[in-house]
């Protein structure tokens, strides 16, 4: 079993920067890949970037790449979303989740493969 928490969400301006932060309890933490997933208002919930069990896997999805980084400290059980260059159409509930296979070679894509989720935290983007 794993337990997410999501932090640092808020509002900020077009152009601005926000660091959101997971912190998972659970001993599993180490082995999965870690995502986050973003969720606007009346769109489907969207992959936004993954980061490996080890961290050297990435992967962005296009809308987001260059201006976001995803990072993970495996010590503690902590995966964060640094997030540059904002912009209006970032606007979502963000969401991290778990991985649900353990010491994965493969990025996966899909919500239905992250076993678990955080509650989600809400970015605003004005312009």
């Known amino acids: 079993q794993v337990q997410l928490v999501e932090s640092g969400g808020g509002w900020v301006l077009a152009g601005g920067s926000l660091r959101l932060s997971c912190a998972a309890s659970?001993?599993?933490?180490?082995?999965?890949?870690m995502g986050w997933f973003r969720e606007a208002p009346g769109k489907e919930r969207e992959l936004v970037t993954v980061?490996?069990?080890?961290?050297?896997?990435?992967y962005y999805a296009y809308p987001v790449e260059g201006r976001f980084t995803i990072s993970r400290d495996n010590a503690k059980n902590t995966v964060y979303l640094q997030m540059n260059n904002l912009k209006p159409e970032d606007t979502a509930v963000y969401y991290c989740?778990?991985?649900?296979?353990?010491?994965?070679?493969?990025?996966?894509?899909?919500?239905?493969?992250?076993?678990?989720w955080g509650q989600g935290t809400q970015v605003t983007v004005s312009s």
């Open positions: 989740a778990a991985g649900s296979r353990t010491y994965s070679g493969a990025t996966y894509y899909s919500p239905s493969d992250y076993a678990y």
């Open positions: 659970g001993r599993t933490f180490s082995s999965v890949d």
């Open positions: 980061v490996g069990w080890n961290g050297i896997r990435e």
